[in-house]
Structure formats: C-alpha cells, structure tokens
C-alpha cells in the first residue's frame, strides 16, 4: 500500500531534521579552517540584523600614563573600538523527490533509507561549496558566495573594502602580504620556503598572539613536507597538529602550529592565521536547516530546500597573513 503524502512528508521532515546537527557538523568538520575556529569559540550563531556587525579593537588606549602623587589622569574618551559590517549571504541545496520515486519506495523502512541517501549527497554537496567560498573573494555568484580568505586576508591589501572599512585609506585594516619572488627574490621552492615562512610569521607575532594555523595550497604544502624531510623533522604527534591530523586533515608541524593542505586553496597560496579574530557567523534559523516542504505546481514532485545564512567575518586583519607567488 502506497503512503498518503501527509504520512511520507511527515517521515521526510522528521528525518531531516534528525540530520539538521550532523548537517552543520558535516560541514564544520570537512574544513580546517572552520575546526579551528571551532575549538576558540568562532562558530558564532547569530539572531539576524541587516547586516553582521563584528566589533574590533584597533588602536589602543591613549590614556595610559605614568604619574606621581596629585598628578591630573587623563580621563578623556579613547576611541578604540569601531566595527565593521558584514553582508549576510545565503546558499541553499534542495533534497528532492519525484512522485515516481515516492510510489516506488512505499514504505516507511524505504522512504527513510531513500531520504538519508538524498541528504548524505546534500550533505556533501553543501559542504564542498561552502569550502570552496571560504577561500574565496567572494564575488562568485554575482558577489553572492561567502566572502572567504580571499578577500578578508588579500594578496593586495592596500586596496579594497572589507566590512565596509577601505583598507586604501585605513592603514589598520591591513593583513600581512608577502610575495615569495617580488619580496622574497625568487619564486617559493623546497630550499627557501621555511625561510619565507618564519618572515611571515614574525611580523604576525604580537607576544603571545601569533598564528594558530597555517593552510595551505598543493603546492607550497609539498615545498614544506620536502623542507622538513630533508631535515628529517616531519612531527605530527602533539598538540594541536596532532588534533588536526586524528580529525582526518592532511597536518604537518610549524612551531607547533598545524599546517594543514586544502586544494581549494588558489594556487601557491599558504594562509596564516589567527583564528581568535576569525567568525563565522550562522543565523541561528538558517544553520543548515531544513525549509518547508514544497509540492510544486507544475511537477510530481517534493522539494525541502536546506538553508544557509552567514558570512566569513574578521575583527583583526593586521593579525591574518598570506605568502603567495
């Protein structure tokens, strides 16, 4: 006996939503960059506004001062903070099924088995193309796609906008750019390649603020993996690159920071970041959740669309860098 269409969509919904957690977790765990920020608090859920506001701190307090005895303390206001505003962005991957398939798969045991396959596709779909914007610019799509590292941490960082701020006029609102031939003299390799790491990486340590994580492209991953081998200093038991390795990723050891490969990262291309000034941030009605189930009018057919809406945001450029060629 076929199942009335009250009954099936019943069972689809209460199975969707029975992977709405693994849904977010699928795609959290699929990509380096989101784990780490997982593990300080960066996977931020948010309950709308027109747009993402993410506060920063960029100049310090002017008010410090020594002073002795019944000397005047300067009380006036320090302006330190500013905020910067983030477009929301919203992607969406639809889990459908056809009335054929519906009649074919009657059961309930049949009907479950044929929604989580559709959704374990989905699931993957949603989370390639989600890792492929966070390394974007964010104008695929027509400037719909998630503005990525890309743009947040740019080859050229003297020019464009992020957050609304003009990085051409706002010296603060800077990462850190290094270019392996123009800077460095010759194009990335093997030999010269730590070298350009640890320029890199000193001119983003503050103290005890420095990168958390390294990612990197195919090319200078192997440069790095042939460094160390040639040194015979491959480490991926400790710490946090060892988490990162156990969590399935492809990790080697700088200082004790995870350097992890990822191919949709461009072409000659290692990020360093710091993962403490990074966000992203979900609505909270949109955390890969799935929408209502639709009959469209013209088809035999259900549709249950899986929703997405966020953005990549950052409160500290200055501290986010990138070695290119």
Not at 186 to 201: D, E, G, L, P
Request: glycine share 8%; aromatic share 8%.
């Amino acid at each position: 006996m076929t199942i009335p269409n009250s009954t099936f969509t019943e069972i689809l919904s209460s199975t969707l939503r029975d992977f709405q957690n693994d849904f977010a977790d699928n795609v959290t765990d699929k990509n380096a960059l989101l784990t780490a920020m997982k593990d300080v608090g960066g996977i931020k859920l948010k309950t709308g506004g027109e747009s993402i506001q993410q506060q920063l701190a960029y100049a310090e307090n002017s008010t410090f001062q020594y002073y002795s005895g019944y000397e005047t303390l300067d009380v006036s206001a320090s302006d330190t903070l500013t905020s910067a505003n983030y477009d929301w962005k919203q992607a969406a991957v639809n889990i459908t099924i056809s009335g054929l398939e519906r009649r074919q798969n009657s059961g309930e045991a049949q009907i479950i088995d044929l929604v989580t396959n559709r959704t374990k596709v989905a699931m993957i779909t949603m989370a390639n193309n989600i890792n492929v914007g966070l390394y974007s610019d964010g104008t695929g799509s027509s400037g719909k796609q998630i503005g990525g590292l890309q743009l947040i941490v740019a080859d050229d960082p003297t020019t464009g906008t992020v957050g609304g701020i003009d990085a051409s006029t706002q010296t603060f609102w800077r990462n850190v750019a290094y270019d392996a031939t123009t800077d460095g003299g010759a194009a990335a390799s093997a030999s010269n390649i730590i070298k350009y790491m640890n320029t890199v990486y000193n001119q983003l340590t503050r103290g005890t603020d420095k990168p958390n994580l390294i990612v990197a492209d195919q090319n200078y991953y192997n440069f790095y993996q042939q460094a160390l081998q040639s040194i015979q200093r491959v480490n991926v038991n400790e710490g946090a690159v060892a988490k990162m390795a156990s969590s399935g990723f492809a990790a080697l050891d700088y200082l004790g920071v995870p350097v992890v490969l990822d191919n949709d990262i461009p072409t000659n291309h290692m990020y360093f970041l710091n993962t403490n000034y990074l966000e992203f941030c979900v609505h909270e009605n949109a955390n890969f959740t799935p929408g209502e189930m639709d009959k469209p009018i013209n088809q035999d057919a259900m549709v249950m669309p899986i929703l997405f809406m966020g953005n990549l945001t950052c409160s500290n450029r200055s501290l986010q860098g990138v070695l290119k060629d």
